[in-house]
């Protein structure tokens, strides 16, 4: 949320240029109108995926696929990426976006019932990329941490409202009172959550990094886990 424009501009140009059929789409994403992750939530995401070198990645509201593509392009060659919407007026373009990619699963369903299937079955994920309904993340949230892998992260982007979340819910339009609260009703959840450490960083419309802790395992055993597996 950097409103200098200047550095903002300055910083966006020491990064790595997108390949081309990524920013053709972000380029018709952003001429129609369709909300896609932004510049810096970008290289937030990339640095996220290349140091954690995730094997399984959630997310949460494909819209048209651009963030799908995304991190199918920066995650390590092994990742598969599960992806879950439920607009039809978004899935007519992800599916064909997506088509062809066999690192990566579309799941066309509502994402409540989508995850308390996934939460159900043994499938789990080393990080969970929210970006959906944001009324909906709260009663989403046990599901997610029923998928998600202790020292995994949880990214939730948008999580600011354009700054309007430091607001008095007197000031909001009545419209948007009800997401208001949720969302934060939802920031109260993960930043006071025994299972979560998260860090809210003021990038984009604002992104909450949550790490769910390794209950249970000492730092001794996790780090000497980590060397055997490297080993």
């Not at 992800?94 to 409540?112: F, P, S, V």
């Not at 994920?125 to 202790?150: E, N, R």
């Not at 948007?176 to 959840?189: A, C, F, G, P, S």
Request: with cysteine.
């Amino acid at each position: 949320m950097i409103t200098n424009e200047h550095v903002r501009d300055y910083l966006f140009s020491l990064e790595e240029e997108l390949p081309q059929y990524l920013s053709d789409l972000e380029k018709e994403a952003l001429r129609k109108n369709v909300p896609i992750i932004r510049r810096d939530v970008q290289s937030l995401l990339k640095y996220l995926l290349r140091k954690e070198k995730p094997e399984a990645v959630l997310e949460i509201g494909t819209a048209v696929g651009f963030s799908t593509l995304y991190m199918h392009e920066f995650a390590p060659s092994e990742t598969h990426i599960t992806t879950i919407e439920k607009v039809e007026m978004r899935l007519k373009e992800a599916r064909k976006n997506l088509a062809g990619k066999e690192r990566i699963t579309l799941i066309e369903e509502d994402a409540g019932k989508a995850l308390e299937r996934l939460a159900a079955s043994s499938e789990r994920f080393d990080l969970v990329f929210l970006d959906a309904a944001k009324g909906q993340y709260c009663s989403w949230l046990d599901d997610i941490l029923k998928v998600l892998v202790p020292g995994g992260l949880l990214v939730t982007d948008n999580c600011l409202l354009e700054g309007s979340i430091a607001e008095s819910k007197f000031s909001i339009e009545r419209r948007d009172r009800t997401i208001h609260k949720r969302m934060r009703e939802y920031l109260q959840v993960i930043t006071h959550h025994d299972e979560l450490e998260t860090v809210i960083l003021p990038v984009g419309d604002g992104v909450a990094v949550s790490y769910r802790r390794c209950a249970g395992i000492p730092l001794k055993e996790r780090r000497e886990r980590l060397i055997h597996e490297k080993a």
